[in-house]
């Protein structure tokens, strides 16, 4: 009851991270579902409505239930603590959001048990996690499930956006005196953009998923191409929200590397100001790339090749943030705890889905891969080898603060490790399933194509990914109960969260710090070398 | 260790394939059937499933030989637009691999040095100092990396755009054969505009070598996209819109492909086969096809069957019926698969597919009529004879 009526953002942010990973654990046995039927060749494991259904649910929960509240729960739980603040702006507002994204995903998976209303039970959405119209009408999506789709999204979306505001206020409002804008976290600098990428970018989707509401239930006529509607509309619609989206789901992580990297190499992030500005270029880039999406939708030359190079052109700013990291990385000394190696991990794993990203920006090649396995391995390098390893780093790395105890660090290593090789088992594979010209969303596949091979290997890497998740859970649940106390500093890190206790009072802060530069804790611990001096 | 992976994997997929296309184009005369024959178990009325390999071979063995890398790989391609796809594919994975190796190679590197670093650090115990040097950036290192990666970006946009005006999908190549490929949940239709008679066939394309084929690309209800990897690259049907796509196949032989956007509950089984035939051989096809439905009086009853009930609702028998949501049968007999390329065309997978095509097609938007056993005896008998 405590934790239902709270306005606390502490409280808050666990309660998103914590219904995230539930939402984490559906979502994967949804996939690892998808993985047993396509393990062979013209299997007959599911039948094809139910494994579209799968890959719809999959897609949607982790973009929307997963994604996006574990990683504007770490936003909640950090931008306070971290600009020394004893609260987000609008805490009301917070729980608001937080209770809209509960609800819209339960409204989203209600659809299992009551989409088809009087039709019978068992019709979630299969319609793709990117509901292209005209599939969407009511001609071709009969029931409610698609409706359930609209609704579930629209109120978690509502919720993000309040977030959203929540973070830009506390952020330009709340940072306490001496922290500058370009003295703030790292993080708070992603989460900002974020916030205004969430701000730009979800009310696209809401007003899209309105029209396509008006389609359904009123028969307007946005995206029917019977009556002078169109199709392509929904595609510009939805890509402007969705590649925006991937930016949202990623900025956050580089701001979980921009923190970790730095106190587990014991030197200051390389090159803080170029960040800043790598973040503040991808963020508007973001939002001239969404075409790309399209490219075999036939906008013409012209419009495909300004898609193609403005997406060659983001990869400026991202490989300066790679750089960044390694450079501070270089001449430090590097403690290879569980945090470390998931962001370790995340740099060598973005790099790679960049690198296909770079081949996917290439217009005629992307003729060719689109919408084909290669798509999926590369933004599940993005996404996966990305965003969640991100997010099991940030994990592992605040976890301490959170609860005041330490996670075991030998199970950490282990679920580090059953993760890195089940991912690259399931993932490699598919790059290469794709250029033999297997397109994704196939609930099969023929025999004599050559894709058996490649498809068992990703499926046999989801049992061990499973196993990397499961000693993640049981090593959290170990140590909530008698893991060993971690003191308010385990890691000997430099941001204001680590000077309060762990976890923190509801007030976070006795008394409102002061700071005199990015590291306010590394100018307390090194009085005869701070940061300040050398601003 | 991921780059051995990726290059071995590539490798074993594509790289080969230049070489070995080489050899084979020195000795294609003597070139074995190189596609293994398809094992194809179709699952049967009552639910087993029956291995119809000896049957019928769904692959067959005059398709273009390919060195192994598969079917529909986009590294074997047989038609301009899917060989300088390939081109242009090779350097930007090179250009890709050469980054691959500095990033990673800087990132073991410092891995490397930092933990060394550390040891020592620990070695020296209190006597060293705390913490190792900061350094907090440096103007030079940070242009370079900047502006190294806007150069490469740069000529990787150009070569880009290069290939797109090469390719040229927006005109029809000189001298093109025009087809018309409309998109439709889940099979596809095929209509050749021709002053002689406008032919219309299922599923299966046929198309002279030698020759340009403009694709003008439709759709009758949602949106789909053709894609034969080893012709071009893909290109969506929209609803509303015509796209345009071309390709010129190389070889005679069979190409396979098949929907690539999603398209609803059978996405999956939306196969292509596009047969490309020598010209004579095609001009003699086309022949063909602009025939009338046989009327073989022997399989009246089959015929009187299938205008009876609802079969002509949907189907088109020239002569006999001008239904249009579903394919047109007018030459059924002379395709080799039913079902959009997926079911090996015989009589008893027709039987069982007229019986209740949903048995082999979950989701299949043709009706089981419930015809009684001599009337699908019947009717299948008459389809058979649509060659």
């Not at chain 1, 991937?246 to 990297?261: D, H, K, Q, R, T």
């Amino acid at each position: 009851m405590q934790w239902a009526i709270s306005v606390d953002h502490k409280k808050l942010a666990l309660m998103y991270i914590g219904a995230g990973l539930c939402f984490f654990l559906v979502a994967g046995l949804e996939a690892a579902f998808m993985r047993l039927q396509l393990a062979r060749a013209e299997n007959d494991v599911i039948d094809p409505e139910t494994f579209n259904q799968l890959f719809t649910m999959h897609g949607t929960t982790m973009v929307f239930l997963v994604g996006m509240p574990i990683l504007l729960g770490f936003g909640n739980y950090l931008i306070p603590l971290m600009v020394g603040a004893r609260d987000m702006a609008f805490p009301r507002l917070n729980a608001f959001g937080f209770w809209l994204f509960i609800f819209g995903g339960l409204l989203l998976y209600f659809s299992y048990l009551g989409a088809d209303g009087l039709y019978g039970a068992g019709t979630a959405p299969d319609v793709g996690w990117f509901a292209y119209a005209p599939l969407t009408s009511r001609t071709f999506s009969r029931g409610n499930s698609t409706d359930y789709w609209i609704l579930g999204i629209m109120v978690s979306g509502f919720g993000s956006m309040t977030t959203a505001i929540n973070f830009i206020a506390t952020i330009l409002c709340m940072r306490c005196p001496g922290m500058t804008l370009m003295r703030m976290p790292m993080i708070g600098w992603m989460m900002l953009v974020v916030a205004f990428l969430v701000l730009v970018a979800i009310p696209i989707l809401t007003g899209a998923q309105i029209m396509l509401l008006l389609d359904r239930t009123l028969g307007a006529h946005f995206f029917d191409p019977e009556t002078q509607g169109s199709a392509i509309l929904w595609q510009h619609l939805f890509w402007f929200f969705g590649h925006p989206e991937v930016y949202i789901l990623i900025l956050p992580a580089f701001g979980f590397v921009s923190e970790i990297m730095p106190t587990f190499s014991r030197k200051v992030l390389f090159g803080y100001p170029l960040m800043v500005a790598a973040t503040v270029g991808i963020g508007f880039i973001s939002l001239g790339v969404w075409a790309h999406h399209m490219f075999v939708v036939g906008l013409g030359p012209v419009l495909d090749s300004f898609f193609g190079a403005t997406t060659f052109l983001i990869s400026v700013p991202t490989g300066i943030k790679i750089f960044n990291w390694l450079g501070t990385m270089w001449g430090g000394r590097l403690h290879f705890t569980t945090p470390m190696l998931f962001v370790t991990g995340f740099v060598a794993m973005f790099v790679i889905g960049g690198l296909t990203g770079i081949m996917l920006a290439t217009v005629p090649l992307t003729w060719q891969l689109s919408d084909s396995y290669f798509v999926v391995g590369h933004f599940h390098y993005v996404l996966f080898g990305g965003t969640v390893f991100g997010i099991f780093g940030a994990i592992f790395y605040w976890f301490p603060k959170a609860t005041g105890r330490l996670l075991d660090e030998r199970l950490g290593k282990w679920t580090f490790w059953l993760l890195f090789i089940g991912f690259t088992l399931t993932f490699m594979p598919m790059h290469v399933s794709g250029a033999l010209g297997m397109p994704r969303r196939i609930y099969t596949y023929e025999a004599d194509r050559g894709w058996e091979i490649w498809n068992l290997i990703s499926s046999i890497g989801v049992p061990v990914q499973m196993a990397g998740v499961a000693i993640f859970l049981w090593n959290a649940i170990r140590a909530l109960r008698r893991g060993p106390v971690a003191g308010d500093d385990p890691w000997d890190a430099w941001t204001l969260e680590w000077g309060t206790t762990s976890p923190p009072p509801e007030w976070n802060f006795d008394r409102i710090p002061t700071c005199t530069s990015a590291r306010p804790l590394w100018d307390r611990k090194n009085p005869e070398d701070p940061d300040a001096y050398y601003e | 260790m991921i780059a051995i992976v990726f290059c071995i994997a590539l490798g074993v997929a594509g790289m080969a394939a230049p070489v070995e296309a080489s050899q084979e184009d020195a000795n294609a005369a003597a070139a074995a059937p190189p596609v293994p024959p398809a094992p194809a178990p179709v699952r049967q009325p009552d639910g087993s499933v029956a291995d119809l390999d000896a049957k019928l071979v769904i692959c067959d063995p005059d398709a273009p030989p390919v060195s192994g890398a598969g079917v529909t790989s986009i590294f074997e391609p047989e038609s301009p637009p899917s060989r300088e796809i390939r081109e242009l594919g090779f350097l930007v994975f090179a250009i890709c691999i050469g980054i691959f190796v500095v990033v990673q190679g800087f990132l073991v590197l410092a891995i490397v040095r930092g933990v060394r670093s550390r040891r020592a650090a620990g070695r020296e115990g209190e006597g060293g100092s705390a913490e190792p040097t900061q350094v907090y950036g440096s103007v030079p290192i940070e242009v370079a990396w900047t502006v190294i990666p806007t150069i490469i970006v740069f000529v990787l946009t150009m070569v880009t755009i290069r290939t797109i005006r090469d390719i040229d999908i927006t005109s029809p190549p000189e001298d093109a054969l025009e087809v018309i490929v409309i998109g439709h949940q889940w099979w596809w239709e095929f209509r050749y505009p021709d002053e002689a008679g406008e032919v219309v066939t299922a599923n299966e394309m046929h198309v002279p070598v030698g020759r340009p084929i403009w694709l003008r690309l439709e759709s009758a209800d949602v949106i789909h996209s053709f894609w034969v990897p080893r012709l071009a690259g893909k290109m969506d049907l929209i609803p509303g819109r015509t796209n345009y796509t071309w390709f010129e196949a190389e070889r005679a032989g069979i190409y396979l492909g098949q929907c690539a956007e999603y398209c609803g509950t059978q996405h999956a089984h939306m196969l292509i086969r596009v047969y490309a035939d020598e010209p004579e051989a095609f001009d003699a096809w086309l022949d063909a096809q602009r025939k009338p439905g046989v009327e073989d009086p022997t399989v009246a009853e089959g015929r009187r069957v299938f205008a009876e009930y609802a079969c002509l609702n949907c189907h088109t028998v020239d002569g006999t019926s001008d239904g249009m949501f579903g394919p047109n049968l007018t030459h059924l007999a002379s395709r080799d698969t039913i079902g959009s390329g997926f079911i090996p065309l015989n009589r008893e997978n027709l039987r069982a597919w007229i019986d209740d095509p949903a048995q082999l097609k979950i989701g299949c938007n043709m009706p089981s009529l419930k015809l009684d056993a001599a009337e699908l005896d019947a009717v299948t008998d008459y389809l058979l004879t649509l060659n």
